[in-house]
């Protein structure tokens, strides 16, 4: 169970939509506002959404004794907005509404959005009072500048909801990746073939980002190497961003050293027009075009051929079945002879996997045999693969 504590500030008309991504993902979520939140969204819209009685002082529920039953089932508790008054309260350590008793009595991780006007969110007694509280490890999200209340605007707005959930779920994974550096490759390459035209694939990069958001949210440090990727990328994972895949190559051979494990997942153009042209192409009444391709280098390969003891390179195995054998059958061939320690084999045949959320793929150890399928999200998909890089 997860408490979402809401404070009494403008902001607090956004929590509903931080319920409904937290409730959807799965989670039984209990809100407690503070007496002053009520004035801005009604006790109703939060009993509909959660499905659960709401309650905001320490006595109405006293017979129950609420605050130390919420307090000590809560897996995480979410404060979103953090008022500069409910911070300050929670500060001193004061107890006198039913939010900050439970935030008083939990040892569960506590997570706060703070959103406030910028001159209050400035002041020294709100700066010391979000240090201290980070110091005793509350996680204290950022305040984005923006829009606030009435006519002004900057730093003080409230976290994007998506981002509130994002931090939640970081909170409740076991940190077991704590130590190891993690180094991933997301995208699709693009092979110039002058100024505004290229050679690419449909790779959104989205299972390759999901596997460095999963990592990072263990507690591992991540940098992704992200070739054309457009989803967005969670802050704590670290960015490098490049077009083509000897660019590409280059970025992961500078990082690959201090890696603990290499995810390749970016699909990799193998061929690159053998020179790109510095103006446009044009048609010039040419009924066909031939354009001349050389290979780009194999960078798994070279990976591979440099891997340092104990580094555990995944490698991904993009295929299609054919009339002799089929997409897993062509997968266990490419396992056996590139040799990553785990190889994720997709069969994409007419498009498949490529852009959407969902995967089904198949893990295959150095053998090319199978540890396991798994199907599900992208994120379910990331899990399956750190835990089998990792023998977990
Ligand atoms: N890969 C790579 N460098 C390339 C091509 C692919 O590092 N020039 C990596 C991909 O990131 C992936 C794995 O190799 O992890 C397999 O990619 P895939 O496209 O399935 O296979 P290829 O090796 O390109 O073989 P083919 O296209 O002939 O099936």
Known sequence: MIVLGVGGGIAAYKAPALLRLLTEAGHEVRVVPTPAALNFVGAATFEALSGA???TGVFEGAARVDHVALAAAARAVVVAPATADLIARHTAGMADDLLTATLLATRAPVILAPAMHTAMLEHPATRANL????????????????????????????????????????ALRPQDLVGLTVLVSAGGTREPLDPVRFLGNTSSGKQGVAI?????????????????????????????RVGTAVELRTALLEQADEADVIVM???????????????KIKRDGQEALTLQLIANPDILAGLIARRRDGQVIVGFAAETGDAERSALAHAQTKARLKGADLTVANSVAGGAVFGEDSNDAVLLDRAGGIVRRVAGSKADVAEAVLDAALGI
Request: aromatic share 2%.
């Open 265 to 279: 997942a970016a699909a990799v153009a193998d061929f690159r027009p053998a020179a790109s042209q510095p103006t």
């Open 212 to 240: 460095a958001a999963a990592a990072a949210a263990r507690g591992a440090t991540v940098t992704l190497v992200a070739a054309n990727v457009q989803v967005p990328v969670p802050d704590a994972v670290r960015v490098v």
């Open 131 to 170: 240090a201290a509280l980070r110091e005793r490890g509350v996680t204290v999200l950022d305040s984005p500048a923006g829009r606030l209340a009435g006519a002004d605007s900057g730093p003080g707005r409230m976290a994007e909801a998506a981002e509130i959930a994002a931090a939640v779920e970081r």
């Open 53 to 55: 009685p709401v309650v």
